[in-house]
């Protein structure tokens, strides 16, 4: 077997998993989802008709809680338009939705980011290296994971004090032991594999035998658990602001909408709706898409590939 | 054999102690596990002299139906504040049993129409008629009193028909109670006020141009159109109009972004600074959406005077504790209800000279208030009001923003729902359809049933079904009215108060009313070296405030 094949194998390995990926309806759907999601991000101040902080007492004609109001829909045309309502603060919902999608997916990535990078050393030094280092770390990890992890990370904010970073530091803090234990297993799988050893005997470093030859074949479960991550993030994030410990006011942040108008739910449905949908739908695409790529990256699928 | 001896003995014991029961010159009843005290001689309470600081020199119990007040200098506000619930009598006995026990915080002994039966930590209180009520009896034989955080919770019981009435009706919510033909609506006009303080001993607070412009800048009106339901006013004044020399005086500062700003650049922030908002997000009449207004009056910082603010939500106790103490180095909202219609229960609380919550108190405001407080007539009293009126809005100590309504909701089939302006209503007089139980819903429950060391509204609610004091307030009204005293009459100079006590009046443990009872309350609640003066927190806030507490420990 030449470089050529195994080049040419190793593209297609990935080409299978995309065709696999694809396949699945529901994967599809969650990609676009997130696709459209990060467009929305990324455009927020273009496309959102208001700045999400301003509130609009004696500048429009409108009440706080205002129902929606869109032309197309009936609503009379001398009245502003709010597709989304007003909120108790007389904002207009829609722009802060908006806004909101570009925290959340911060939240998301940023908290998975922070968890993948701490937890794939410590799971990677663990599993390598074993003996004690092994026992200390991953008797931490399980200090960590017997605790439920929202709860976890209310006592960490409550130490660290309310606010959005604080809130992001505990959820990365308490997604890092599933990390190191994904990361740990994959090592011990393939660290006395004939390549590592033949690594390690032509005198391989530690940094290039972990991060050259072993972690690339334990990418597989940490991009699927990484996926599922976001959505977890995301939904632990809008918790934390829903308990008024994450995102502080104004912040556009769909927790912290949802909970400011909680008693709000039968006078003011879509207050409460929108936010909760947002969360519900973006929290879906991140589990659509991660369950597509366990699906297609799973090799005992392969031969249905 | 010797199974049988043992028998024998324990029950010559319980013989014996059955006799000696029996025997007992004063008998505890089965309920009373203590023996009533017959009036034989009145007993005193007094200081040694009035340095002390506080407003009462003596209490007298000179017969059995006489308690004589000698205060430390003229009251005019006396019934007025003797007829506040702290202040409601408890047997002497059963101070002496249950107040080191503690036993007393969840198990009240009154002369009040109810009586408490149980009190379910977490659910419920429940009361029952009592029997031998000296005056009018209870119309429903059972009230009870729950509570539920959110208004939404609340308004929920009262469509499922759980609860009879509830209070601070959302006012998002109102238009759902005006549009159901089973519930009535009643708008509370309690005298209250909300205001944003500052701490003058924290920079840059500690400069009044700062505190101005604040003041200036911050669209008070706005806040009161958006965030209150109708009936809620701005504040002219620090005391509400409805309060006689409440508003007298210059009127606060009008709207204006334009002076703020250029007030405070003049004092050297003319790009603004950053602070914060401190909060607790608990709902009452006088700042019924709080959320919502630390938002707007944060964004209208910004806009109009390019102050920062960051929010900051305390728990409740903490926050209390901190702003009482002049700790917070921010802005913060706060409020308060009317406790008895007068203006020194707004004023003096507030800007007396004892009080560090807005920092160092301001000697052009609290003399006046001192000199105010010892003349009876208001019109004679108006000059000093006017002064120290004008001294806080030139002073700024804090900015009145709202004096708050409130909304009281009932199903439609109760008759004489009440939305008293002093939050004490009283269960006794509603009938609730003509069913056995009332049920009334409020924001939270009791903190305990020891009102003598409590100040919040909803302990004090509870406490107004079952403890009663000399006066009492009309049902639905501020105007004292005669309760455990057939009347409290002053000398000419009103520093001495003899109240004539109401005959045949029993305790609900069974015990008879007379004056050493009150002159033992009064003990318990005043003399800081009292063994009996434990209570819940110990701070005896109300005595403290009101009367001054005697051989208060140095601090």
């Known amino acids: ?305 | 054999m010797r199974g049988n001896t043992l028998f024998k003995l324990l029950s010559l014991l319980v013989l014996a102690g059955l006799v000696l029961a029996a025997c007992g010159g004063t008998s505890p009843t089965a309920d009373n596990p203590y023996a009533e005290i017959p009036f034989e001689e009145g007993i005193s309470v007094s200081a040694d002299s009035c340095d002390y600081g506080g407003k009462i020199s003596s209490i007298e119990a000179t017969d059995r139906l006489t308690v004589v007040f000698n205060l430390c200098k003229p009251d005019p506000a006396f019934l007025a504040k003797v007829a506040f619930t702290p202040f409601g009598i408890q047997p002497r006995e059963y101070l002496d049993y249950a107040g080191p026990s503690k036993l007393i915080l969840e198990a009240p002994v009154g002369t009040g129409p109810y009586r408490v039966a149980e009190w379910v930590r977490g659910d419920h209180v429940t009361f029952t008629a009592f029997e031998n009520y000296w005056g009018t009896p209870a119309v429903a034989a059972t009230a009870v009193l729950r509570w539920a955080t959110e208004g939404s919770a609340r308004l929920v019981e009262l469509q499922a028909g759980t609860a009879d009435m509830v209070t601070n009706i959302s006012p998002a919510d109102i238009a759902t109670v005006q549009a159901d033909p089973n519930l009535n609506l009643i708008f509370n006009v309690n005298p209250n006020v909300f205001y944003l303080a500052f701490t003058n001993t924290f920079a840059p607070w500690d400069n009044v141009d700062v505190r101005r412009a604040v003041s200036l800048g911050l669209d008070r009106s706005r806040i009161v159109e958006n965030y209150y339901p109708a009936g809620s006013e701005v504040a002219s004044h620090f005391t509400p109009c409805a309060i006689p020399n409440g508003c007298v005086g210059d009127a606060w500062y009008d709207f204006d972004p334009e002076a703020a700003r250029a007030l405070l650049a003049e004092a050297g922030f003319p790009d603004g600074f950053a602070t914060k908002i401190y909060y607790r997000d608990v709902v009452r009449g006088y700042l019924p959406q709080v959320p919502n207004v630390a938002q707007d009056v944060q964004a209208q910082l910004l806009e109009n005077l390019n102050i920062e603010a960051e929010i900051v939500v305390m728990e409740s106790g903490a926050f209390i504790e901190e702003s009482s103490a002049g700790r917070l180095d921010g802005l913060y909202f706060l409020g308060w209800g009317a406790d008895y219609p007068h203006v020194t229960n707004f004023l003096d609380f507030h800007f007396g000279e004892a009080n560090g919550q807005f920092g160092t108190p301001h000697p052009e405001i609290f003399e006046n208030l001192v000199s105010g407080s010892q003349i009876a007539d208001p019109a004679e009293s108006e000059p000093y009001y006017v002064a120290a009126n004008n001294a806080i809005r030139e002073l700024v100590p804090m900015v009145a923003v709202a004096h708050g309504g409130s909304g009281t909701a009932y199903r439609a089939d109760v008759t004489n729902a009440q939305a008293s302006p002093l939050t004490n209503e009283q269960f006794a007089v509603s009938d609730p359809g003509g069913r056995d139980v009332f049920v009334f819903m409020q924001n939270a429950e009791p903190i305990s049933l020891f009102c003598a060391d409590e100040t919040d509204g909803e302990s004090l609610r509870a406490c107004d079904q079952v403890i009663e004091a000399l006066y009492g307030y009309e049902v639905n009204g501020t105007a004292v009215v005669p309760m455990l005293a057939e009347v409290c009459e002053p000398n000419d100079d009103l520093s001495v108060w003899t109240c004539t006590l109401r005959q045949g009046v029993t305790f609900h443990d069974g015990s008879t009313f007379d004056a050493n009872d009150v002159v033992a309350t009064f003990t318990m609640g005043l003399d800081a070296s009292s063994p009996l003066h434990q209570g819940n927190t110990g701070i005896f806030e109300y005595y403290d405030y009101l009367w001054g507490l005697m051989n208060k420990p140095a601090e």
Not at chain 1, 35 to 47: D, E, P, R, S, V
Not at chain 1, 98 to 110: D, E, Q
Not at chain 1, 121 to 138: F, K, Q, R
Not at chain 1, 139 to 145: E, I, N, P, S, T
């Open chain 1, 1 to 305: 077997m030449d470089a050529e094949s195994i080049s040419l194998e190793s593209v297609s390995l990935w080409r299978i998993t995309w065709r696999r990926l694809f396949r699945r309806k529901s994967s599809i759907v969650g990609l676009i989802i997130i696709l459209i999601l990060i467009f929305i991000a990324l455009t927020a101040q273009w496309i959102a008709p208001y700045d999400p902080l301003q509130v609009l007492i004696g500048l429009e004609d409108v009440k706080m809680r205002e129902a929606p109001c869109v032309h197309l829909f009936g609503c009379p045309t001398e009245k502003p338009q709010h597709i989304l309502g007003i909120d108790g603060n007389v904002r207009d919902q829609f722009s802060r939705l908006l806004y909101g999608t570009r925290l959340s997916l911060m939240v998301g990535f940023s908290t998975v980011t922070f968890s993948i990078a701490v937890g794939t050393v410590l799971g990677a030094l663990s599993g390598y290296l074993g003996g004690w280092v092994d026992n200390t770390i991953m008797r931490v990890m399980d200090v960590l994971l017997a605790f439920p992890s929202l709860l976890l990370a209310i006592a960490i904010v409550t130490v660290l004090g309310p606010g959005l970073i604080n809130a992001l530091l505990a959820i990365g803090i308490v997604s890092i032991p599933a990390y190191a234990r994904v990361v740990r297993a994959s090592v011990l799988s393939v660290r006395e594999m004939d390549y590592v050893s033949a690594t390690r005997a032509l005198g391989g470093n530690l940094f290039e035998i972990l991060f050259q030859r072993i972690m690339p074949n334990a990418l597989t479960p940490l991009i699927v658990q990484g996926t599922l991550g976001i959505a977890t993030a995301i939904l632990d994030a809008a918790a934390l602001s829903f308990l008024g410990l994450g995102a502080q006011p104004p912040t556009p942040e769909w927790g912290s909408m949802l909970g400011s108008e909680r008693n709000q739910v039968f006078t003011a449905p879509h207050l409460v709706f929108f936010p909760g949908l947002a969360i519900m739908i973006t929290v879906l695409a991140f589990n659509l898409l991660g369950d597509g790529l366990r699906d297609a990256l799973d090799p005992r699928l392969a031969q249905g590939g």
